[in-house]
């Protein structure tokens, strides 16, 4: 099975910024590693660290019969759209826990755990694609507890980027 991969590298201005830092935090030196691969009607795929021993775990899964349960998240979201299960492409995305990372990117290693009960993320937005003559549709269902998510990671958020800002502004003017 051929394995592709992508390499996604990061180059930073020189300044020292907060969004700089983060980047710096999140990628380290190797930047964003992709691996993917298609085998039985698969198509495996991972991003992030160690992604040479991931993809051959999910080539594997694949090879002994694919997963044996669906998790309830994913269960709840492919119940959530009519037809999903027939979709060429289905997935979740939970923007309040994309949110919840980039704060615990800003918080110091030792806080970091902080940010799981400031912000909770436990619902997610399901979408499911296919092709409908010649076209592409997606359909895509946000739930409520998403909304009143986000709008929480927000006023979590808002507050420690303007101290962050204020730090570094202090730290620049000594």
């Known amino acids: ?85 027939e979709a060429d492409a289905f997935g979740t995305f939970s923007y309040a826990r994309m949110l919840r990372m980039g704060l615990e990117l800003m918080l110091p290693a030792g806080e970091a755990e902080a940010a799981k009960t400031e912000m909770p993320a436990k619902s997610e937005i399901a979408f499911a694609g296919r092709t409908v003559d010649d076209d592409g549709v997606v359909q895509v269902v946000v739930p409520k507890a998403q909304l009143l998510e986000v709008k929480a990671a927000f006023k979590t958020l808002i507050p420690r980027i303007k101290k962050q800002q204020e730090l570094q502004k202090q730290k620049a003017e000594k």
Do not use: H
């Open 1 to 85: 099975i051929a394995i592709n991969a992508a390499n996604v590298m990061f180059k930073r201005s020189g300044e020292e910024t907060m969004q700089g830092e983060a980047i710096a935090k999140m990628f380290g030196s190797s930047g964003l590693e992709y691996r993917w691969a298609f085998l039985d009607d698969y198509c495996v795929y991972t991003v992030g660290g160690e992604p040479d021993k991931l993809i051959r775990e999910l080539i594997d899964e694949v090879r002994a019969g694919g997963p044996k349960e669906v998790a309830p998240g994913i269960k709840a979201a492919l119940d959530s759209i009519e037809g999903s299960r």
